[in-house]
T-cell receptor
Framework: LAKTTQPISMDSYEGQEVNITCSHN???????ITWYQQFPSQGPRFIIQ???TKVTNEVASLFIPADRKSSTLSLPRVSLSDTAVYYC??????????????FGSGTRLSIRP | DAGVTQSPTHLIKTRGQQVTLRCSPK?????VSWYQQALGQGPQFIFQ???????QRGNFPDRFSGHQYPNYSSELNVNALLLGDSALYLC????????????FGPGTRLTVT
């Protein structure tokens, strides 16, 4: 299973763009990279997933270089409500993928006014 | 459309007791996974149920058991509670194809004294 490494914490200010990078050096060929967001006392919420290059949705963008050894979650113009823990995790997409969801400690993002 | 629901919200038990936590999956989902999240850590996979059977299991002792009903709802049972079992217990449901997106419930906060 691919091990991921993320910064323990990050601070930023409202209106700024925040980029959180995750390292996954030994990611498997059929693994996607998935990012989750978790607010205190709530369950994680799926944000975005990608395999290679760039993926964008209404919440964030995900950049994955050609070697796929890292990925960067980009949050445009953050607000106070983006304060949360962000998890990067490789996921094998398929029938029995649940047991391969390994959450690390995540990145605790704090947004200041 | 109701999302994943869990009950109870909070629970306090004494060491040695047994506890049952309940989860109703998101409409249209047939797979339920359970996670344990200790304070300050990422969720840890306990097991997954599909078609009323345990399909995958993480590194948890046999004190942790579960059940899935024909309507896809699920229970997590923990016997002989230890202080270290104090955590947020999360339930997640996913679709028939085991697709990449897992929807998490709000969790049950278990405190063992």
């Amino acid at each position: 299973l691919a091990k991921t490494t993320q910064p323990i914490s990050m601070d930023s200010y409202e209106g700024q763009e925040v980029n959180i990078t995750c390292s996954h050096n030994n990611i498997a060929t059929n693994d996607y990279i998935t990012w989750y967001q978790q607010f205190p006392s709530q369950g994680p919420r799926f944000i975005i997933q990608g395999y290679k290059t760039k993926v964008t949705n209404e919440v964030a963008s995900l950049f994955i270089p050609a070697d796929r050894k890292s990925s960067t979650l980009s949050l445009p113009r953050v607000s106070l409500s983006d304060t949360a823990v962000y998890y990067c995790l490789p996921r094998e997409v398929g029938y029995s993928s649940a047991s391969k969801i390994i959450f690390g400690s995540g990145t605790r993002l704090s947004i200041r006014p | 459309d109701a999302g994943v629901t869990q009950s109870p919200t909070h629970l306090i038990k004494t060491r040695g007791q047994q506890v049952t936590l309940r989860c109703s999956p998101k409409s249209g989902h047939d797979t339920v996974s359970w996670y344990q999240q200790a304070l300050g850590q990422g969720p840890q996979f306990i097991f997954q149920y599909y078609e009323e059977e345990e399909r995958q299991r993480g590194n948890f002792p046999d004190r942790f058991s579960g059940h899935q009903y024909p309507n896809y709802s699920s229970e997590l049972n923990v016997n002989a509670l230890l202080l270290g079992d104090s955590a947020l217990y999360l339930c997640a449901s996913s679709g028939r194809d085991g697709g990449y997106e897992q929807y998490f419930g709000p969790g049950t906060r278990l405190t063992v004294t």
